[in-house]
């Protein structure tokens, strides 16, 4: 069973950054996909970021990103990194890293259990 586990969330001032790491407990293969979500209270889940765990990564970024959040992997600890920029209070809520084994797959075949990021104004 492939376990996500998610870290570096916390509390954290606007304008400030943070950097979340989602370590996948087995390489993933290299058709997979490990991508960040995030859902604040009341809101449902939205994409945040992703990449393919291809020789020649792929990254995607979804609308809260805005060009202030940047992805990056390490290969051998099998972690993707979310770096988050000039943070808002929007930006709360909890992060969630996925990774489904086909980077075209729809659904995700496994899921982490959250890193909850505040950000005070």
């Known amino acids: 069973q492939v376990q996500l586990v998610e870290s570096g969330g916390g509390l954290v001032q606007a304008g400030d950054s943070l950097t979340l790491s989602c370590v996948v407990s087995?390489?993933?293969?290299?058709?997979?996909?490990v991508d960040w979500f995030r859902q604040a209270p009341g809101k449902a889940r939205e994409f945040v970021a992703g990449?393919?765990?291809?020789?020649?990564?792929?990254?995607n970024y979804g609308d809260p990103s805005q060009e202030r959040f940047t992805l990056s992997r390490n290969i051998i600890k099998n972690t993707v990194y979310l770096q988050m920029n000039r943070l808002k209070p929007e930006d709360t809520a909890v992060y969630y890293c996925?990774?489904?084994?086909?980077?075209?797959?729809?659904?995700?075949?496994?899921w982490g259990q959250g890193t909850q990021v505040t950000v005070s104004a």
């Open positions: 990449l393919t765990w291809s020789q020649n990564s792929v990254e």
């Open positions: 087995e390489p993933p293969s290299t058709t997979s996909a």
């Open positions: 996925a990774l489904k084994t086909f980077w075209y797959a729809r659904d995700y075949d496994y």
